[in-house]
């Protein structure tokens, strides 16, 4: 026979069942509500002038496409060797649980967490006015890369202490080094976390709009000829054709925008299980 007790438990768990459910519809119809009215708006006006055209009498995104693709190139370059190295470190070469790799983590989740605005502001105050780079896409590139870092190296470090200790020790055992068992064994079996976490950190840069207002000068008319003129981002052209009387062009972009981080976020889940399979057949 069910207790008082019993019936109780069995109530309070379907109650937080419930609401459970009712959390998760909830954000489901709120995003897909979003998706639906910027793919109503804005898809009627994507069309070869705005993706492809020379920015003249009407706007263009080509601008936008060059400072983006600079943007994650000159970001990664410096953010990826940097936070893959502190990951390695944190986890190869320091003891786990000590003192030292605790705080460590806590910066790195505290930075994780800073609005980006922030960032912005110490790329200004840094690269535009103390080192003189003035509005340009080497200075807002540089400033995303530390915004990015953290998320490297948090998601790489999760992917490093998710490989098996057994295997470090069976390199061990057959007389390799600890470099080449790093290189060897540890980063082939988490290749698919690292990948994960730099796709997603480039669909980080390419959604991002508070730091870029700030560093690169949001130049939407020309493409950049080089890493020191100023530019623009997908990001930044929405803000400007909305603020500048191009409500249409903004809501095309944002359909543009929207098109390209699902399909990086879908890169990464499906790479993500590729890498994941190669590990268990070289397993």
């Known amino acids: 026979m069910r207790t008082k007790a019993h019936k109780r438990q069995v109530l309070l768990y379907s109650l937080c069942k419930l609401i459970s459910l009712g959390a998760l519809g909830f954000g489901l119809i709120a995003l897909i509500s979003v998706m639906i ?12 002038q705005l993706l492809f055209g020379e920015y003249g009498a009407e706007p263009s995104l080509m601008p936008a496409f060059a400072g983006t693709f600079y943007l994650i190139i000159i970001a990664l370059s410096i953010a990826t060797p940097i936070g893959i190295g502190s990951a390695i470190f944190l986890t190869e070469y320091t003891k786990t649980n000590s003192r030292f790799v605790q705080v460590i983590r806590v910066a790195v989740e505290t930075l994780a967490g800073v609005p980006s605005i922030v960032y912005g502001i110490f790329g200004y105050l840094v690269f535009v006015i103390a080192l003189g780079f003035r509005y340009s896409i080497i200075g807002g590139g540089i400033t995303v890369s530390v ?10 470090e999760e992917s490093l202490l998710a490989v098996p200790r057994s295997l470090r020790e069976g390199s061990f055992a057959l007389g390799a080094s600890k470099v080449r068992t790093i290189f060897s064994v540890v980063l082939p079996c988490a290749a698919s976390g690292i990948v994960t976490s730099l796709i997603l950190a480039t669909g980080r840069i390419m959604a991002e709009s508070a730091v870029l207002l700030l560093t690169i000068g949001m130049v939407v008319n020309r493409v950049p000829q080089d890493f020191t003129s100023p530019g623009t981002s997908l990001a930044l052209n929405v803000f400007y054709f909305g603020s500048h009387g191009y409500p249409n062009q903004a809501a095309a972009t944002g359909v543009v925008l929207l098109v390209l981080v699902m399909a990086i976020n879908i890169l990464a889940t499906v790479l ?11 397993g």
């Open 272 to 282: 993500g299980k590729i890498f994941g399979k190669g590990e268990l057949m070289n």
């Open 147 to 156: 915004m990015i870092l953290p998320l490297i190296v948090r998601s790489v």
């Open 37 to 48: 009215f910027i793919l109503i708006r804005g898809l009627p006006y994507v069309n070869t």
